[in-house]
C-alpha cells in the first residue's frame, strides 16, 4: 500500500545508517586487517627466484593508481519541477502533498544520491496513484498529474545516474582501496555482484526499499572488489613485468652445462611450484573470474545515456590493465617453461 510505503521511508531514516554502520565495522574487523597476501607472495616468489638463479633481489616498487573520475565529471543535474501542493489536496487520500513538502525542507534538498533516488521512486509511485484515485475528473489537478508523470519519469534515469556516480559507496567499491586480491570467500564476490545485479534492477524497477538500497551500497563499498581487483592487476602486470625481465636476459644466455646447474634449476622448478603454481595461480584464477563475471554488468550500468563517459572510459582502462597483466602472466609462465625445458624439465605440481 502507498501509506505504509511513504511512512516505511520516514521510519527507517535513522534505522538505515545504523545498520549499515553495523555491516560496515563488521566486515572491517573480519577482513580489512588482510588483503596483503597477493604483494606478500610476491614478493617471496621474486626473492626466491632471485636467489636460486643469481638474479638481482632489487624491484621497483609498483605504482598503482586507479584515476577514478573527478567530482566535476561526475556531476548531473536534475531539473526541478513546481507542483501547486493545493491542487493534491481535493484528492482523496493522494498523498502527493506531504511528500513534495518533504523534499522541500532544508535535509530534503541535500539528501544523499540513494535517499535522492528513493524519493524520486516513491514520487513516481504516488503520483501514479494520485491518477488512479483522480479517475477520469477533468481537473487542473488531474492535468498537473498528468505533467508531473511525465517529467518525473524523464527524472528517474538522471536520479540513478547520480546515484551510481556520486554514492560515495559506490565511488569507494570501484576507485579506492589498499588491499588486493585475497582468493577467498573474503573477496565478497557473491555479494558484490549481487549488489550490481540490484543497482541495474534498479534503473527500471521503482519503487525501491531504502533499507536494501543502502545495504547493497554498503557491500560494496565494505568488500570494496573492484576497487581491489584493479589494483591486483596493475600490481600483477608491473611485477611479474619485472621478473619477465631479468629471466628474458638469464634465458638469452643460460646453457644447461653440468648437473649442478641441472640441480639449480630442479630447485627453481619447487620454488615455481610452492610460491607460483600453488599460490599465485589460485588468486589469479579469481581475478579472471571476477573480472569475466563483473565486467559485463558494470559494462551494462555504465552505458546508459545519463551516465558520463568519463565513467565508461574508467572502465575501459581497468580492461586494458586486465589484459595487460593476462599478457604479463602468459609471457612469465612461458619464461619459465623455457627455462626447464633446456634442462629437459617441466613444471611439476605435485
Not at 4 to 11: A, D, P
Not at 174 to 200: C, H, M, N, R
Amino acid at each position: 500500500m502507498l501509506t505504509k510505503h511513504y511512512k516505511q521511508i520516514k521510519i527507517t531514516h535513522s534505522s538505515t545508517y545504523i545498520g549499515r554502520l553495523f555491516i560496515l565495522l563488521c566486515l572491517f574487523v573480519g577482513g580489512c586487517q588482510q588483503q596483503q597476501l597477493l604483494p606478500d607472495t610476491l614478493d617471496e616468489y621474486h626473492t626466491r627466484l632471485a636467489r636460486v638463479l643469481a638474479l638481482p633481489e632489487h624491484v621497483s616498487t609498483p605504482v598503482i593508481s586507479l584515476d577514478y573520475p573527478s567530482p566535476e565529471q561526475r556531476n548531473i543535474n536534475i531539473p526541478r519541477i513546481s507542483m501547486p501542493l493545493a491542487d493534491f489536496y481535493v484528492i482523496s487520500e493522494c498523498e502527493l502533498a506531504p511528500l513534495i513538502a518533504q523534499r522541500n525542507t532544508s535535509l530534503g534538498k541535500v539528501e544523499p544520491p540513494s535517499r535522492r533516488l528513493v524519493y524520486e521512486a516513491t514520487l513516481l509511485h504516488t503520483i501514479t496513484r494520485c491518477i488512479e484515485l483522480a479517475g477520469a475528473i477533468e481537473t487542473q489537478a488531474n492535468a498537473t498529474l498528468y505533467d508531473a508523470l511525465t517529467s518525473k519519469q524523464s527524472h528517474y534515469p538522471k536520479a540513478w545516474a547520480n546515484l551510481i556516480q556520486n554514492s560515495q559507496s559506490i565511488r569507494l567499491g570501484l576507485g579506492f582501496s589498499p588491499g588486493y586480491i585475497e582468493g577467498d570467500i573474503s573477496d565478497g564476490f557473491v555479494e558484490t555482484k549481487a549488489a550490481l545485479q540490484y543497482l541495474l534492477q534498479a534503473r527500471s524497477t521503482p519503487p525501491l526499499d531504502i533499507t536494501h538500497l543502502e545495504s547493497q551500497l554498503a557491500i560494496l563499498e565494505s568488500f570494496r572488489l573492484l576497487a581491489r581487483l584493479y589494483r591486483s592487476t596493475q600490481l600483477l602486470t608491473q611485477k611479474l613485468g619485472h621478473i619477465n625481465q631479468q629471466l628474458s636476459e638469464y634465458n638469452n644466455d643460460f646453457t644447461c652445462a653440468n648437473p649442478a646447474v641441472k640441480t639449480q634449476i630442479k630447485i627453481l622448478n619447487n620454488v615455481m611450484k610452492q610460491f607460483f603454481i600453488q599460490e599465485l595461480q589460485p588468486i589469479a584464477s579469481h581475478i579472471n573470474r571476477y573480472q569475466h563475471e563483473l565486467a559485463p554488468v558494470l559494462n551494462q550500468i555504465m552505458s546508459f545515456p545519463d551516465i558520463h563517459p568519463s565513467m565508461s572510459a574508467y572502465l575501459d582502462t581497468q580492461t586494458q590493465s586486465f589484459d595487460a597483466y593476462q599478457t604479463a602472466f602468459k609471457d612469465h609462465v612461458g619464461l619459465l617453461q623455457q627455462v626447464l625445458a633446456i634442462c629437459g624439465l617441466r613444471p611439476t605440481v605435485n
